[in-house]
């Protein structure tokens, strides 16, 4: 009896099917690296100053958390920060207003 030999479909559709599979381990292996990276570079830069790269303590300023570079003194502003510095400098001027005028 002869051994049984694929026919050419059968062999494309495994060899398509096949080219799926790598296709999709390639696509999960680079996403894994693209995190890896991130997590590296986020591990490496966190909390560093971006001016001189020294390491960045957080003051309160204000009643609002920032960073200030140990050694260039520069000040760092996370998201969100230099608003609640606005509305805080604005509820003092208008407080000093009040009791100038008022």
């Not at 560093?48 to 390491?55: L, Q, R, T």
Request: net charge neutral.
């Amino acid at each position: 009896m002869a051994p049984y030999k694929p026919s050419d479909r059968e062999d494309e559709f495994f060899m398509k099917l096949e080219s799926q599979k790598v296709t999709k381990l390639r696509s999960e292996l680079d996403k894994k690296r693209e995190e890896e990276a991130r997590c590296h570079q986020k591990e490496t830069h966190w909390m560093k100053c971006p001016k001189c790269g020294s390491e960045l303590e957080e003051i309160n300023y204000q009643n609002v958390m920032i960073d200030k570079c140990k050694d260039c003194q520069g000040i760092w502003l996370d998201h969100g920060e230099i608003e609640l510095l606005v509305k805080g400098q604005a509820k003092l001027t208008k407080g000093f207003l009040n009791r100038l005028l008022g």
